[in-house]
């Protein structure tokens, strides 16, 4: 079953709302890490954890906000959504050292 | 910017010829690389990696072959298959920095 599991898979929103992800796994995985995946940019790092309340700054963080609550649980949040955060948002865990990392299904947010 | 990049953005090789992949990054203190493949609807999934002690990394039809003094990768796909229609993502990450950076990706099509 899937160790890396993301919800919602899919959300629409409106400029200004309030959005959060959520991510869980079943790894035992310290690291957990958010990205976004827009065409013409591939992956772009927006938040990383080392462990339960570690919270790292990755590469475009600019409207974004995450807390990493338990080992298993990490949640993305957008506070005042803008059209620009529409794109497919991934999550995923690596065991200490990032060798490989295990990544959910993906959300695929619109912001109207 | 981007820190890691990739060339073609896409490529389409007939089945049973040899599908070639670059990639180059800037950032002298990388020394993990792994190729990862992603399947519409899916999320990424480590398909081969190298650490920039070798010079090379094969594993089947997949090969990395990894130039340390110019700082570039290719992936080398022999006796291509359809099922290997896919996106490929070359990554990049530090021993002391363990979120590993991604490039944009190139979108491999593979004809019968």
């Known amino acids: 079953e899937a160790a890396v599991t993301q919800s919602p898979r899919n959300k629409v929103t409106v400029t200004g709302g309030n959005v959060t992800l959520s991510c869980r796994q079943t790894?035992?995985?310290?690291?957990m890490y958010w990205y976004r995946q827009d065409t013409g940019h591939g992956l772009r790092l927006i938040h990383y954890?080392?462990?339960?309340?570690?919270?790292q700054i990755g590469d475009v963080p600019d409207g974004y906000k995450a807390t990493r609550t338990t080992q298993e649980d990490f949640f993305l949040l957008l506070e005042l959504a803008s059209p620009s955060q529409t794109s497919l948002y991934f999550c995923?865990?690596?065991?200490?050292?990032?060798?490989?990392?295990?990544f959910g299904a993906g959300t695929r947010l619109s912001v109207l | 910017q981007q820190q890691v990049r990739q060339s073609p953005q896409s490529l389409t090789v007939w089945e049973g010829e040899t599908a070639i992949l670059n990639c180059s990054y800037e950032?002298?203190?990388?020394?993990?690389f792994p190729w990862y493949q992603q399947f519409p609807g899916e999320g990424p999934a480590l398909l081969i990696s190298?650490?920039?002690?070798?010079d090379k990394k094969e594993d089947g039809r997949f090969t990395i072959f990894f130039n340390k003094r110019e700082k570039k990768l290719s992936l080398h796909i022999t006796d291509s298959q359809p099922g290997d229609s896919a996106t490929y993502f070359c990554?990049?990450?530090?021993?002391?920095?363990?979120?590993?950076?991604f490039g944009a990706g190139t979108k491999l099509t593979v004809k019968p």
């Open positions: 190298i650490s920039s002690v070798s």
């Open positions: 950032d002298s203190t990388f020394n993990y």
């Open positions: 954890s080392y462990g339960a309340g570690n919270l």
């Open positions: 995923a865990s690596s065991a200490p050292g990032g060798v490989t990392l295990y």
């Open positions: 790894n035992s995985h310290n690291y």
């Open positions: 990554a990049a990450s530090a021993h002391n920095n363990n979120a590993p950076r």
